[in-house]
């Protein structure tokens, strides 16, 4: 079945450093792919996604590009902040049965210092 | 316009007991679907449901079950519960849910089996 490979971390950054989660799929098709991120004690939020190769997904500062020919769709941003601290979750959505689901790679935690 | 609300917030329930989730989607949402959260399998999908109708379930037991209602609430059910059952369980509404379709997080409720 289809599979998402992300870093896991814990990843501790000092405030304004780059960040890069790095996150690859298998899938038959061309999903559409999704960060989310938990901050502690909640749920999900989208962060980004896109829906076709070549797409960039954009939020928060936050960047991400759909690239097909490697597979991947890694997580960018130039500057984190300590409110950054949370766990994102790099996704693919799977086409089963006439619905979709989500499928998730195991999350990263990231620790923003000031 | 309201999130999507999970009832009980924390749950703690023994070995062999029953136990029954609450779901509240967005207003005017149809599909709710349904995931556990756990540290070592990170988070997988239970079920998803559209307009009273399961449409797609995950690989789990016949142990978990679930519903939903005329108003698109839902509910999700597990029976003889084991240790192995705690996780967080999180719900997640859409409006049809279709490829590409963006999906609301409820915050979770935190189910610990003893």
């Known amino acids: 079945g289809n599979s998402v490979t992300q870093m896991e971390g814990p990843v501790t950054l000092s405030e304004e450093a780059f960040l890069t989660i790095n996150c690859t799929y298998t899938a038959t098709g061309y999903p559409s792919l999704f960060w989310y991120v938990q901050y502690p004690g909640e749920g999900l939020q989208l962060l980004l996604k896109?829906?076709?190769?070549?797409d960039k997904g954009s939020n928060k500062g936050f960047e991400a590009t759909y690239r097909k020919e490697t597979t991947s769709f890694h997580l960018e941003k130039g500057s984190v902040q300590v409110s950054d601290s949370a766990v994102y979750f790099c996704a693919l959505s799977e086409t089963q049965g006439g619905s979709e689901k989500l499928v998730f790679g195991k999350g990263m935690k990231l620790t923003v210092n000031p | 316009k309201a999130g999507v609300t999970q009832t009980p917030r924390y749950l703690i329930k023994t070995r062999g007991q029953q136990v029954t989730l609450s779901c509240s989607p967005i207003s005017g949402h149809r599909s709710v679907s349904w995931y556990q959260q756990t540290p070592g399998q990170g988070l997988q999908f239970l079920f998803e449901y559209f307009s009273e109708t399961q449409r797609n379930k995950g690989n789990f037991p016949g142990r978990f079950s679930g519903r939903q209602f005329s108003n698109s609430r839902s509910e999700m059910n597990v029976s003889t519960l084991e240790l192995g059952d705690s996780a967080l369980y999180l719900c997640?509404?859409?409006?049809?849910?279709?490829?590409?379709?963006?999906?609301?997080f409820g915050p979770g409720t935190r189910l610990t089996v003893t």
């Open positions: 896109a829906t076709k190769a070549d």
């Open positions: 997640a509404s859409s409006l049809f849910y279709r490829e590409g379709d963006e999906q609301y």
